[in-house]
C-alpha cells in the first residue's frame, strides 16, 4: 500500500492465512465468524515486520496502513480464486466496537468494502 490510511476487510475466506509484514506498520483486526460460542468476538494489534499472525479459516480479517508504503504480506493454504466464496463484514459496525487509528472520514476503503453487512446480518460460517 502506497498510502498510509489505506484499510481492507473485513474478509473471512474459505482459507487459512499467515499475515507478516515485509516493512512498515498495520493495525489488524479480526472478528471471528465461525459458528459457536466465539461467535462476533474480535481481536486488534499493530503488526511489523517483527511480527507474524496465524489467522484461521472463518476469522475475518482486516487491516489498515499506518504508514506509507506499506507492504503486507500473507500465505495460504489453499489457490486464491476470484470466484471464492467468503464472508465479508462492515469495517465500521459499531456494534464490533472497532477502533481504527485512521477514522472512517479519513480512511482510504473500496467501495466494496464500505458495503460490507452488519454482524447483525452475518450468518455463522460452518465447516
Not at 11 to 26: L, Q, Y
Not at 47 to 58: A, K, M, N, Q
Not at 64 to 69: A, Y
Request: aromatic content about 12%.
Amino acid at each position: 500500500n502506497i498510502q498510509k490510511g489505506v484499510t481492507r476487510g473485513l474478509h473471512a475466506e474459505p482459507w487459512e492465512k499467515f499475515i507478516s509484514m515485509a516493512n512498515g506498520k498495520v493495525f489488524c483486526a479480526w472478528v471471528d465468524l465461525r459458528k459457536g460460542p466465539s461467535f462476533g468476538k474480535k481481536f486488534t494489534l499493530e503488526i511489523t515486520p517483527e511480527i507474524g499472525v496465524f489467522v484461521p479459516r472463518g476469522i475475518a480479517n482486516g487491516y489498515q496502513s499506518l504508514e506509507d508504503n506499506v507492504t503486507y504480506t500473507y500465505l495460504v493454504n489453499d489457490h486464491w480464486s476470484r470466484d471464492a466464496k467468503y464472508q465479508a463484514l462492515n469495517l465500521f459496525d459499531n456494534d464490533l466496537g472497532i477502533v481504527w487509528p485512521i477514522p472512517k472520514d479519513q480512511a482510504i476503503v473500496s467501495d466494496k468494502d464500505l458495503v460490507n453487512p452488519a454482524l447483525k446480518e452475518i450468518q455463522p460460517m460452518e465447516f
